[in-house]
């Protein structure tokens, strides 16, 4: 395969993620002109159409449909096999791709990126902010080599999930909200009060939803935000009550005891099991465990060093 198809490859890979010829240009530091020529070549290359262009919008052809999942694959083999053969040096350089949510970011994450930048000064880090399910597709896709994140509670299976911390989560009202007075409060009690929540297809927002499922109870969702903050700033003025990560909690909310109700979730990094892992991620995975909780520590996986391919995530035997 030519260079010229590479990059044509590129360029669809660019046009789908995006949804736009010019977004595909300027994610690829190209002029749009150039990128429609990369279409053409390669629908000429095909003798198909791969996009239909209705007014400002395009859509994938059948043909389009049936080349994308195959140019993934190609270009993330094409990827795969240049780490393999950079991390034979055995240098940590190059760039680093990584996805977190906002929590992880700014809660856990700082001290630790902080810590390996000034270790390996040659990685260049790209970090990219985003929801975990989405941190999950972008895994899959090749969009991103490791994510840390909330951790699904089942994972595909070409997904190695390493846990790192055990965030407890709190139950939280305004100090002022009715709530407030009741100790121990019940779950029923909340189901009767306005509640604001991560979204549902959150694993945080799953979480909650489905502990009253569980319970037969109905929720009152009457926000729906993924942020954290912003979800502790409207509980503390008393627009509803909540479920935050206790390390969240101070005296600006109140927090809810619960009888015999205890909730948590596993915060992590994931990668595609499926590729070869590169250099600085395996650097900075080894940083991660460092500063894992202690009972979490070599729990379900562990890193191991195979010929091909250093670094890789492996299941415990």
Not at 173 to 178: E, L, R, V
Not at 204 to 228: E, P
Request: with cysteine; aromatic share 6%; hydrophobic share 40%.
């Amino acid at each position: 395969m030519s260079n010229m198809d590479i990059e044509s490859l590129k360029a669809f890979n660019a046009v789908c993620e995006s949804g736009s010829f010019s977004l595909a240009a300027e994610q690829l530091h190209i002029t749009q002109p150039a990128v429609s020529k990369r279409i053409a070549l390669l629908e000429e290359r095909l003798q198909s159409l791969l996009f239909d262009r209705i007014g400002r919008r395009i859509q994938l052809t059948q043909a389009g449909k049936e080349l994308l999942p195959r140019a993934q694959g190609i270009l993330g083999q094409l990827e795969d096999t240049k780490r393999a053969i950079h991390n034979l040096s055995g240098s940590v350089n190059g760039r680093l791709v990584i996805a977190t949510n906002h929590h992880v970011g700014i809660w856990r994450l700082p001290m630790i990126l902080k810590d390996y930048t000034q270790q390996y000064q040659e990685v260049r880090m790209d970090l990219r902010f985003m929801d975990s399910a989405k941190a999950y597709e972008a895994i899959i896709l090749g969009d991103v080599e490791v994510a840390i994140i909330t951790l699904a509670p089942n994972p595909e299976h070409h997904i190695y999930s390493l846990p790192i911390w055990q965030d407890q989560l709190r139950f939280v009202c305004a100090k002022d909200h009715p709530l407030a007075g009741k100790t121990p409060a019940l779950l029923q009690d909340l189901s009767l009060h306005p509640a604001i929540l991560p979204d549902e297809t959150t694993f945080t927002g799953n979480i909650a939803q489905q502990l009253f499922a569980d319970h037969n109870l109905d929720l009152q969702v009457v926000m729906s935000t993924n942020y954290h903050e912003t979800i502790k700033t409207l509980v503390s003025v008393g627009l509803g009550w909540s479920v935050l990560p206790e390390s969240m909690t101070d005296d600006t909310v109140h927090k809810l005891e619960l009888r015999d109700i205890n909730i948590s979730r596993t915060l992590g990094v994931i990668r595609h099991a499926e590729r070869t892992i590169s250099n600085p991620a395996t650097e900075f995975i080894n940083l991660l465990t460092n500063n894992a909780d202690p009972d979490l520590r070599d729990q379900e996986w562990r890193l191991s060093r195979p010929d091909f391919g250093r670094g890789a995530l492996t299941p415990r035997p």
